[in-house]
């Protein structure tokens, strides 16, 4: 790397986002210079202080939700996978479909919800019925009275892939990329220098932040600039199954249910469940994790709390949950074995992702709100346009993206 290169654009992180908008930034100018800095996944979790939440085999991509414009940035994302996989040949999408189950009367605003949304996005929902649920999908048990939505466009992706593909389709288009832990960002004479924890020196005109949960606990932004996020955990419960589960399970799509804990009655949460994954490993997984429902876990305050988090297992409480969860919607499931284990998820005052300009040459994209993944090659499209601009560049209003402070100095 020349020390003295001034670099057009530099992207620090290199999670879903940030890869992402350095794949975008090669292909919406191809005369500029892209560094994407970050670090690699590690081998062993328990030497390591820096974690991305894109270490995993299995996440939801779907157009189904309440949010419209969410369906939309999903749906948009959901359309450009044929190319990346093309470009990389690093496959990651799964279209398994999407069952989002509603079991409450309470809840049919919502399923109005998902059914506008979708119609918005320019998709056809398919509506089912509870008799129609249990012919087509018999390893589940629901309530007499469940409605659902199948989304046909939705499954899932390994994110350590897309994460892979994004990086290659960039360095394919000339960017380049470097492993390594930012520590400071700092303006100076009209660039920003970018320093590393491996004594590197990166100079650049512009800088994306996309560096998730660690952002505030790193000096990334301007003195007196303090994102408002919060930084939650997430358990989940992996079951290992054998061969001939796998094939049992084998047209098993994506299950989103709200359900009733069956040990803890007042309990009541959405809860996902992944299809059959292979992981690394060899071994088959159906993964079971907690969605964004009254039952929360708890908030990480600091970089040795995320750490340590990153470091275990989750929360055997949230475990025992989900284990309950499973009982409940999948009882005739048989499993070899048990896994948890722990991730985190960085949340937002607007709910959305924030991809705003800090300052004229500084922008962030930063807050996937437990639900990035399905949209985040979309997310980094929309940083990418608004860094190379210098403000925002979408047709998707910009207003519900900004940025929310704790603290926010005069520029």
């Not at 069952?99 to 918005?120: G, P």
């Not at 100079?203 to 505030?216: D, E, H, M, R």
């Not at 004229?360 to 860094?387: F, P, Q, T, W, Y």
Request: proline share 4%; hydrophobic share 35%.
């Amino acid at each position: 790397m020349d020390s003295h290169k001034i670099y057009d654009v530099c992207v620090v992180g290199a999670g879903m986002i940030g890869s992402s908008a350095a794949w975008h930034l090669t292909r919406l100018s191809s005369h500029i210079n892209v560094i994407l800095i970050g670090p690699a996944e590690p081998q062993d979790r328990s030497t390591t202080t820096i974690f991305a939440s894109h270490y995993d085999e299995g996440r939801i991509t779907r157009v189904s939700d309440t949010d419209p414009v969410l369906s939309l940035l999903a749906k948009r994302s959901i359309e450009r996978y044929p190319l990346i996989e093309s470009l990389t040949g690093i496959k990651f999408f799964e279209k398994t479909g999407v069952l989002s189950v509603i079991s409450n009367e309470k809840q049919k605003k919502q399923l109005h919800q998902f059914l506008t949304a979708m119609e918005r996005a320019g998709t056809t929902p398919c509506l089912l019925k509870s008799k129609q649920i249990e012919e087509d999908f018999p390893y589940l048990s629901f309530p007499v009275d469940s409605s659902a939505i199948l989304d046909n466009m939705g499954g899932h992706i390994s994110p350590r892939k897309l994460v892979s593909a994004h990086q290659m389709a960039a360095s394919l288009a000339g960017c380049q990329i470097i492993h390594d832990v930012v520590s400071k960002v700092v303006s100076f004479d009209g660039y920003i220098t970018i320093e590393t924890e491996q004594k590197r020196s990166i100079s650049a005109k512009k800088v994306l932040i996309a560096t998730g949960g660690f952002t505030p606990f790193r000096h990334l932004l301007p003195d007196g600039f303090k994102l408002d996020l919060k930084m939650k955990t997430s358990t989940i419960l992996k079951f290992e199954l054998n061969d001939k589960e796998v094939e049992r399970l084998s047209s098993m799509p994506v299950v989103i249910p709200y359900v009733f804990s069956a040990s803890h009655q007042t309990a009541k949460h959405r809860s996902y469940i992944l299809p059959p994954i292979k992981y690394p490993n060899g071994k088959w997984y159906l993964k079971l994790g907690l969605g964004n429902g009254p039952v929360q876990e708890f908030t990480l305050d600091n970089e040795d709390d995320i750490t340590r988090w990153y470091q275990g297992t989750g929360s055997a409480f949230i475990a025992h949950q989900l284990y309950d969860a499973m009982l409940n919607i999948m009882p005739g499931l048989k499993y070899e074995n048990l896994e948890s284990d722990s991730c985190m998820t960085t949340h937002t005052k607007s709910g959305k992702c924030c991809i705003d300009m800090v300052t004229r040459n500084l922008g962030i994209a930063v807050g996937g709100n437990g639900h990035a993944a399905k949209m985040s090659d979309e997310l980094g499209h929309i940083a990418a346009r608004m860094i190379l601009k210098g403000t925002w560049d979408y047709d998707v209003q910009g207003q519900q993206f900004q940025a929310a402070y704790k603290i926010q100095a005069k520029m």
